[in-house]
């Protein structure tokens, strides 16, 4: 019975491609969101693999990322922040009260955050 009810649960849950770079905040936001669910999950490298780039860009219609593919549902330019909001409004994934390893709404380090200062070289 166990091995069924295993079996129900992997069946039940999305198929996910996540388009991702290697080191970033708000892809790491994203990985940490997937891991928080136990969400099995494609994370397909764009920095490194220009093929995986290029099938972002056909499949998003534009060059931001993160991409979340849920279901053949394509969100782009996500946040983990916003990932999750999307899967517990469509009930892929029940609440549940783990903290993510990583904050799940920060930009990468080299992005400026919202209303950070910028510095202009003259």
Not at 4 to 15: G, I, R
Not at 81 to 106: G, M, T
Request: proline letters at 9%; hydrophobic letters at 35%.
């Amino acid at each position: 019975m166990a091995i069924f009810a295993q079996f129900e649960m992997t069946m039940n849950k999305p198929k996910i491609i996540a388009y991702l770079k290697p080191h970033c905040g708000w892809s790491n936001g994203v990985r940490a969101v997937l891991r928080k669910y136990d969400l099995p999950y494609e994370d397909r490298d764009i920095i490194n693999d220009p093929a995986q780039r290029e099938e972002m860009i056909r499949k998003s219609g534009q060059t931001l990322s993160p991409c979340v593919e849920v279901n053949g549902h394509m969100l782009a330019d996500i946040s983990g922040e916003e990932l999750e909001a999307w899967l517990l409004a469509h009930k892929l994934v029940e609440p549940n009260d783990r903290q993510p390893e990583v904050p799940i709404n920060q930009p990468c380090v080299h992005e400026p955050s919202e209303g950070a200062p910028m510095h202009l070289r003259l």
